[in-house]
């Protein structure tokens, strides 16, 4: 093992509390090793007993698991009949203890802005958004895109095209007018959703310019329907437009809508994804596969039982928002928490504000988020009742075991379990993480498999990798999540995700094994970085850069040189209360050198404000590499961009360097 290898295989052990754990679906390791095996040896009756345990059927299917990923077909519960609607709602009417019960709470930025709906709420308001599809004329396969921020009316609108059998494409509210453009052609889609627009720090954000602004040049679009957000008149610019508010003063509109019959393997929604790699990709999933692994996942890895509230802070149109905020939290009967709004406004301490004030029990962050409160607000957690919560999670990119350690401490106060999930849009759910009664956790691993699911991972010449040698992470054998292809490309989809290693799911991450079995992932291929022909891991020098006292986040990329190959360019971003200097690089260069040693020491260390990212918090490394390089135009795509002030931020502070 190299010296930073080492540093990152933190010798910190945590073990699992014992309270909670006599309540939780899987107990022990005992128990998950038997179902882990159970899960291989007989993956029909596995997933047999999981998705009717779960999921209500109109019908049963005829074969419950087929593959072949030399032709990328993918099929689960082929025959089955279901609704994703009926299993979200109406199951739930049919339970005393469900029906008069939140399934959503609401939150806008501003405090008056608060709405719940209960389950029987919810069931009326999707009917009757199913009713206003329905005669506009949408049917069952069409396509309706959302665009709209984080509010009631997109889960609203997500499961009324679910119960008619229409396919949703919900696309970030944040996103450019380019950018919804080109999805909304991709899609082919004939209805857009949207809404006046939001509040943002305080400030206005309007979204119908940009819908209509999009849409001017999308013919496919039929109609509109625009969400009143800001209680104020609303004037369309183009003749398809239609104002909800005016939508529903026809009570013809609230009578029950029945669900559609769907077949398991129809569509249930397109995805885009977040494009930190170049142009969006439209990764679709049916509607039994997915929903059983939604449900399937939710309950064992966040223990998710119907009286936790879960709150997934975010933007709408990411996966985790489809997976762990829309579908499994409603399936199983629980209540979602959701929230419009920034986690600084109007003060540091407003998640957690919010944590407490609605009793949250499950709450799931990105590294992003927690190393934002690590950065300026490390003390503003202690001020609340944070006591509610009784399980965390992680997701996104590979956690700093620093930053892993600082949200079990100072969020769980230590007494409650982290799970750093591994997945990806295209997986539909987790595949790698910890069940959290069941094994002790070594921050920074994703550690084990979930049931069901077989990781390899393999050399670049297909081999097997060695016990802490990484490699690229692949996975044996479907499971009833997996993307069933890109919208109208099935060539890209097999050549992207099963040519790469015939017979395997390609992640695309690299990742190795410990001798514990436990995995770590080290992040996309393109993340690595070659200094005189030895690889480095941007993910892991970042995880030392940020251990040094004066680091709120690091982004490392390599810089095209021309006798080492590669050189290591730093972007760093300071902690409040510490100031660029001379002094401070060399600092940083002596602990790096400390750590890790000399082979490793940045050639140039920038400090910037903040780092380009993407909607969903990933760095967009791309662009930091063309900068790193000198290459200030042709950045590419920037419209996935949060945040696309700091490029030039970026650029000008290169250019002082250089
Ligand atoms: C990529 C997928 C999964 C929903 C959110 C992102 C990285 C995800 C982890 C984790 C290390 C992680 C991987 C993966 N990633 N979770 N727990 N530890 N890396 O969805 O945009 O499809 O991105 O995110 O690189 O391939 P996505």
Not at 460 to 474: K, P
Not at 520 to 530: A, N, T, Y
């Amino acid at each position: 093992m190299t010296k930073i290898e080492s540093l990152l295989k933190d010798e910190r052990i945590f073990y699992p509390p014992q309270e909670g754990k006599d309540l939780a679906y899987i107990k022990s390791r005992y128990q998950y090793d038997k179902i882990y095996d159970y899960s291989l040896k007989d993956p029909d009756g596995f997933w047999t007993e999981r998705a009717k345990e779960l999921i209500t059927w109109f019908r049963y299917w005829d074969r419950t698991c087929y593959w072949d990923f030399n032709k990328a077909e993918i099929r689960f519960f082929e025959g089955g009949k279901l609704n994703a609607s009926y299993n979200c709602l109406d199951r739930h009417l049919l339970n005393p203890h469900v029906k008069n019960k939140a399934a959503i709470i609401w939150q806008g930025e501003h405090d008056r802005d608060l709405r719940v709906y209960t389950y029987q709420m919810l069931h009326d308001e999707v009917c009757r958004f199913a009713n206003i599809l329905k005669s506009l004329g949408v049917k069952k396969g069409d396509r309706v895109v959302i665009y709209m921020p984080t509010m009631p009316e997109v889960i609203a609108a997500m499961l009324a095209c679910a119960r008619i059998g229409a396919i949703h494409v919900v696309v970030y509210g944040g996103l450019s007018a380019e950018a919804l453009k080109s999805r909304i052609l991709d899609a082919g889609a004939k209805i857009l959703i949207t809404a006046d627009g939001t509040y943002s720090g305080g400030r206005r954000i309007n979204l119908l310019n940009n819908a209509e602004t999009a849409i001017a040049q999308c013919e496919c679009i039929e109609k509109y329907i625009v969400i009143n957000r800001f209680g104020e008149e609303i004037t369309l610019s183009d003749k398809r437009g239609l104002l909800f508010d005016e939508l529903i003063k026809n009570k013809e509109f609230e009578k029950y809508c029945p669900c559609e019959e769907m077949d398991a393997e129809d569509i249930l929604f397109i995805l885009y994804t977040s494009g930190s790699t170049g142009k969006p990709k439209g990764i679709y999933h049916t509607t039994g596969g997915y929903l059983v692994y939604a449900a399937h996942t939710t309950q064992w890895v966040f223990d998710l039982r119907p009286e936790d509230i879960i709150w997934r802070p975010g933007a709408v149109g990411w996966i985790t928002f489809h997976t762990y905020v829309v579908y499994s939290p409603l399936a199983l009967g629980a209540t979602v928490f959701i929230y419009d709004g920034l986690p600084d406004y109007p003060n540091p301490g407003r998640w957690w504000e919010l944590v407490d004030r609605f009793k949250v029990t499950i709450l799931y962050l990105t590294p992003t988020n927690i190393r934002a409160f690590m950065k300026e607000r490390e003390d503003w957690p202690a001020k609340y009742d944070l006591s509610t919560l009784r399980i965390l999670g992680t997701v996104g990119e590979p956690i700093n075991p620093e930053v892993w350690i600082w949200y079990h401490k100072n969020v769980g106060k230590g007494r409650i379990p982290v799970v750093d999930t591994w997945w990806q849009t295209e997986t539909g759910g987790h595949l790698i993480s910890p069940l959290p009664y069941t094994i002790p956790q070594k921050p920074g691993s994703v550690t084990l498999p979930l049931p069901g699911i077989e990781p390899v991972i393999f050399r670049d010449d297909g081999t097997s990798a060695d016990i802490n040698e990484s490699g690229h992470l692949c996975i044996k054998g479907a499971w009833p999540g997996i993307a069933r292809g890109l919208w109208g490309d099935s060539e890209k989809f097999k050549e992207i995700y099963f040519s790469r290693f015939p017979g395997y799911y390609f992640t695309g991450d690299q990742a190795r094994v410990d001798e514990d079995g436990y995995f770590w992932i080290m992040g996309r291929l393109d993340d690595v970085i070659s200094v005189s022909g030895y690889l480095i891991r941007t993910s892991e020098l970042e995880s030392v850069f940020v251990a040094h006292s004066a680091v709120a986040e690091a982004a490392v990329v390599g810089m095209p040189h021309e006798i080492k190959g590669e050189v290591i360019y730093a972007y760093i971003v300071l902690k409040d209360g510490f100031q660029p200097s001379e002094e401070l690089k060399k600092n940083l260069i002596q602990h790096i050198t400390k750590e890790i040693g000399p082979l490793v020491i940045p050639e140039v260390i920038q400090f910037v404000n903040d780092l380009p990212k993407t909607r969903s918090g990933k760095i967009m490394r791309r662009i930091l590499r063309k900068v790193a390089a000198g290459v200030y135009d042709d950045l590419g795509d920037k419209s996935t961009l949060a945040n696309p002030d700091v490029v030039e931020k970026i650029i000008q502070g290169r250019k002082e360097i250089f």
